[in-house]
């Protein structure tokens, strides 16, 4: 079953706002994971935050975590028409010796207008 | 970071034949793969989970005797659909963890294989 879920599930901005987007997980977690799927792609990870983390930062990206609230969020700053993707937050969550899962949520669609 | 190659990106097959996906870790020991299903426009669903040497943990729902894993190395897992059928057309894509990798780590992907099953 889906852990994540982002909202919203589709985005549409203008060049140079920020975009925020929202996910919401169920369980327990080891950490939370965002990443990006251009159309008919692979993912790209681009930020990990452990459940003893509550902010982290990388570039233009600023993540935070609520783990009272099982809440992350994922802010872009001055964006670009190049950020135009899809983001998905991943849960990751022990699974059994030194294996973890991670399981996605169903995705934010980020359009940013030039 | 680390290269994960997967292989065909894209492929058209007949209905009732087999088709193999390879997922290779480039530049790194992959003790565990994920193979991945993700449908247009909806999220990543695990299929099943592959470590070398094992027999692979498939997740509920998947039937392990028509999507067949295979991890014989530490660079090497394949997927193979048999008898594929229109239903089974999606996007698949594997990801892979370095061999000495801890749990607050990234996933590393593949570029995904886009199936379409006539």
């Known amino acids: 079953s889906q852990q994540g879920e982002e909202d919203p599930q589709a985005l549409s901005i203008q060049e140079g706002e920020n975009a925020t987007m929202n996910c919401s997980y169920k369980t327990s977690i080891n950490n939370l994971q965002w990443y990006r799927q251009n159309s008919g792609r692979g993912l790209v990870h681009l930020i990990l935050?452990?459940?003893?983390?509550r902010e982290k930062h990388s570039g233009r990206l600023r993540v935070t975590l609520d783990t009272s609230k099982k809440s992350s969020s994922l802010l872009i700053t001055a964006s670009r028409a190049a950020d135009t993707a899809s983001y998905f937050c991943a849960t990751a969550r022990n699974s059994g010796g030194s294996n973890y899962k991670l399981t996605f949520g169903k995705g934010t669609l980020l359009t940013v207008n030039p | 970071g680390a290269v994960v190659s997967q292989h065909p990106s894209r492929v058209i097959c007949k209905s009732g034949t087999s088709v193999k996906i390879e997922c290779r870790s480039l530049?790194?020991?992959?003790?565990?793969m994920f193979w991945y299903r993700q449908f247009p426009k909806q999220s990543l669903m695990l299929m099943a989970t592959s470590n070398e040497g094992s027999k692979a943990t498939y997740e509920q729902g998947v039937e392990k005797d028509k999507f067949l894993i295979n991890h014989a190395s530490l660079t090497l897992s394949t997927l193979t659909v048999t008898s594929a059928h229109p239903e089974d057309s999606s996007f698949y894509i594997c990801?892979?963890?370095?061999?000495?990798?801890?749990?607050?780590?990234?996933?590393?992907f593949g570029q995904g294989t886009r199936l379409t099953v006539v």
């Open positions: 990801s892979a963890r370095d061999l000495g990798e801890f749990t607050n780590t990234e996933a590393f």
């Open positions: 935050i452990r459940s003893n983390e």
């Open positions: 530049d790194f020991q992959a003790t565990t």
